[in-house]
């Protein structure tokens, strides 16, 4: 087949599927499966497509199809500017997080040295940070032996293996370290809507990094009950938090940080995604 027979292969496929933007993913895994850019697969669309690549491309699509998330299929995904290995092992990165980056970097302060990163995950805000503060020392912590082995995997893979420590711990390290910022992006899905995500969530990511509890607020209490012997001051927490949840998270945490500052910020979509909580 060519290259423009096996793009109409895969639209024809996915949009009988009820994939959102077919024509864009069928271009997308195509130019994983023949290792080519998406520009050269409108410059060559009668080029012959080997057997092999047409087989990969093929099973791609099936498994787009049973609706396996894009990033998972082809192993890979961006976050912050940065390329990341991504497998269900771990929660594919949310481009709201960046938001949960940025902020962190605007309000480190010269003198500033640790950070504590809860629930990392498959290791995108401890390495995108890293990558931004030169002078910081992460400590990254999930609960997930899956996520820390992929974690592990993308810290190797941008060279900060002697900048961020590991460790499968519940929330905070066990050892009674305090640092001078704490993020997190902690699951905040409530229980009762778990069931309801789409299924590219639902079936592929795992529940441990999306459901909070009955509230969805689980993880923010438990993090305000341990965050005033774990901060610095100065020091700093930032959290991202779901829809709607801002200001109860804000609340519980000028209750556990009577003396801090509390910021919320916004994401892209006008929601309030982010708390600050400054203490000086
Ligand atoms: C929403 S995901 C965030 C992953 C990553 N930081 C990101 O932003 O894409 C939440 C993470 O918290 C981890 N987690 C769940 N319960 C935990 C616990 N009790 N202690 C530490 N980590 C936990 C999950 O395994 C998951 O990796």
């Known amino acids: 087949m060519t290259i423009g027979e096996l793009l109409n292969y895969g639209f024809d496929h996915l949009s009988q599927a009820g994939i959102p933007d077919a024509v864009l993913e069928a271009e997308l895994l195509l130019e994983y499966a023949i290792g080519k850019e998406r520009i050269y697969l409108h410059l060559h669309r009668s080029q012959n497509v080997s057997e ?9 699509i099936a498994d787009r199809c049973r609706h396996q998330p894009l990033q998972y ?103 009674p370290d305090k640092f001078d910022c704490i993020v997190s992006n ?13 299924p590219e969530v639902r079936l592929f990511e795992p529940a441990l990094a999306l459901d ?35 200001e109860v998270v804000a609340k519980m945490m000028s209750q556990a940080l009577p003396e801090s500052e509390i910021i919320i910020k916004k994401d892209l979509a006008g929601i309030n995604r982010v708390v600050l909580v400054k203490m000086q």
């Not at 991504?86 to 962190?104: A, G, Q």
């Not at 100065?234 to 949840?245: I, K, N, S």
Request: aromatic share 8%.
């Open 52 to 60: 092999t690549d047409q087989e990969k491309y093929q099973s791609y």
């Open 73 to 175: 299929i082809v192993g890979q995904t961006e976050f912050y500017g940065l390329k990341f290995k991504s497998d269900k092992r771990s929660l594919i990165p949310r481009p709201e997080t960046e938001i949960l980056v940025e902020e962190v970097l605007e309000h480190w302060q010269p003198g500033f040295h640790s950070i504590l990163d809860i629930g990392t995950g498959s290791g995108i805000i401890a390495i995108a940070l890293a990558k931004h503060l030169a002078s910081a020392r992460i400590t990254a912590i999930d609960q997930s032996s899956g996520a820390l082995e992929l974690a592990g995997e993308n810290i190797k893979l941008h060279g900060l293996e002697g900048r961020i420590i590991l460790a499968q711990e519940d929330l905070f390290p066990s050892a």
């Open 186 to 198: 902690p699951p905040y899905i409530p229980s009762n809507q778990m069931a309801g995500l789409q």
């Open 212 to 246: 909070g509890g009955t509230d969805g607020l689980d993880f923010y209490r438990r993090i305000a009950g341990g965050v005033a012997g774990r901060l610095n001051h100065p020091g700093f927490v930032a959290l991202e938090v779901g829809m709607g949840q801002a």
